[in-house]
């Protein structure tokens, strides 16, 4: 699962996203150039599956639906915000 979404640039700028605020799939698509609609439902879909992502349906009309990270999605985010903090620091101690 972790190489699935960590090696997938869209996913990563997904969950990017969730966490800046951006829950609508029409303000994802719009924030990233070349994200399809096609492409950005196949992601939602994957970090729901995975119960990274969580869906909320707004009986409204037009329909709203909005995306969370779940429990499960705040720990997961947490580790790769840890990997990210490593890379760095494998990043500086090599260029001394």
């Not at 799939?25 to 399809?36: C, K, N, Q, Y």
């Not at 950005?40 to 990270?69: C, D, F, H, Q, W």
């Amino acid at each position: 699962m972790v190489e699935d979404i960590v090696g997938c640039k869209w996913s990563i700028a997904v969950l990017t996203l969730v966490r800046k605020g951006v829950n609508r799939p029409g303000a994802m698509e719009h924030a990233i150039e070349g994200l399809s609609a096609k492409v950005l439902n196949e992601r939602l879909r994957k970090l729901m599956r995975y119960g990274i992502l969580g869906r909320t349906s707004y009986p409204e009309l037009p329909p709203r639906v909005e995306y969370a990270l779940t429990p499960f999605g705040e720990k997961f985010v947490a580790l790769l915000d840890g990997v990210e903090r490593l890379q760095a620091d494998i990043d500086s101690t090599s260029m001394r």
